[in-house]
């Protein structure tokens, strides 16, 4: 089978080299000339663990080809997915321009039957807006189906996550569309992936339910945390005791500075303005989004008040990045954090593995640094915004003397509160009383 996924960004490029993994001939296509050019040459334009390796190899096997010329592409394919970006709008909503541009390109070159998918996240209602731009802009008499087929890519793991899914849904009308899809997806009914096959309008909810779900519960873990530190309570605890509930399960109830990235705060807001357009109040999700935007501002109001100025003081920020095994800071707490910072006069000193680049697109005039241990030299407080690996074992002795006073901000509650007290650090974290 011959697909083409349009659009080579994150998800469009992890879903070409991965369908091009499992045999399928994949053409991923961009306008970007020069994205093209870098993707043939191996250069991947952003980081996710192995994906550079499954490129370079099913490129080189002839599976996956690189194209800015949609039109060969789809008259030579059998499935064409929209993979291109759907960025939020002023008001919540998901900017759909590149959706119903990429709908009428392919309108231009279809000359024989096509399964048109969505991969992309896209409000409830956008199927059925593209089979209407497509049957507007057709040339000739053809038939085609569209099928929505959300993706469930956690950053840092999408490779594992297309592999191994949770669930493949697939969202469509035409039996024979779900029968394609079924085929294209074939080599996870060998580790037996439950498939839910449903209507199209059913199955682009299904995604921005999951998101906004996921978003409660982060949320509604910081806020115990927040009452934890209060009572002398333990959130860590808290979290076990509730997780340990099959209803409940143990994932997305650890607390911090709140969640960012590019799925959750679009995805709640986008699901927010739907409901608004049909009047439906979803105050939950309302509230999952505000609960996060004080947790923010509250971890932030944290570090200020630790200090009877913090104007001229030095701060050493560890992780830019919304989570770790990314190079994503889109909405990440760490550039709020940091803003909030700068706008009280502190200066920032930072390092992140990967994230670095990203940010000084946004953070131009902070001091970026080697490593972690270089962040902290001379400066009055250490604060751990992303858990990267690295910072989970750091020389705390040594830390201790690069700082010129021994404050220590844990936002992802990595180390021990009484061993960090007993090394002589001010220990900050979330949700466990420490001072």
Known sequence: MHITIIGTGYVGLVTGACFSEFGVFVTCIDKDKNKIESLKNGVIPF???????????????????????????????????????????????ADLSYVDDVAKEIANHIKSYKVIVTKSTVP?????????????HL??????????????????????????????????KSQQAVAI?????????????????????????????SNS???????????????????????????????????IGPKFLHAGPGFGGSCFPKDTKALLKIASDHNIELRIVGAAIKANENQIARTTEK????????????IAILGLSFKPNTDDIREAPAISIIQS??????????????AMDNTKTVLPDIT??????????????????????????????????????????????????????????RYYSVGRRTL
């Open 303 to 314: 570090i200020k008040n630790a200090f009877n100025a913090i104007k001229g003081k030095t």
């Open 47 to 93: 980081y996710e663990p192995g994906l550079e390796d499954l490129v370079k190899r099913n490129f080189k096997q002839g599976r996956l080809k690189f194209s800015t010329d949609i039109g060969e592409a789809v008259e030579e394919s059998l499935v064409i997915f929209i993979a291109v970006g759907t960025p939020p709008r002023g008001d919540g909503s």
């Open 213 to 247: 779900f996921l978003a409660t519960k982060v949320s509604f873990i910081n806020e115990m945390a927040n009452l934890c530190e209060k009572v002398g309570a333990d959130v860590n605890v808290v979290a076990k005791g509730m997780g340990l509930d099959g209803r």
């Open 368 to 425: 970026y640094c080697s490593d972690a241990y270089d962040a902290c030299n001379g400066a009055d407080a250490v604060v751990i915004v992303t858990e990267w690996n690295q910072f989970r074992n750091l020389e705390m002795e040594r830390i201790k003397q690069l700082l010129k006073q021994p404050y220590f901000f844990d936002l992802r509650n990595i180390y021990d509160p009484q061993k960090m007290q007993a090394l002589g650090f």
């Open 139 to 172: 040339k000739e008499e053809v038939d085609f189906d569209i099928v929505s087929n959300p993706e469930f890519l956690r950053e840092g793991a999408a490779i594992e996550d297309f592999m191994r899914p949770n669930r493949v849904v697939i969202g469509a």
């Open 124 to 136: 409830v209602g956008t199927g059925e807006r593209i089979r209407k731009i497509i049957s507007q």
């Open 341 to 354: 910072l700068l706008n009280a006069d502190a200066n920032i000193r930072a390092y992140d593995p990967v």
């Open 181 to 209: 899809m079924k085929d294209l997806y074939r080599p996870l009914y060998l580790i037996e992936t439950p498939f839910v096959i449903t209507n199209i309008e059913t199955a682009e909810l299904i995604k921005y339910a």
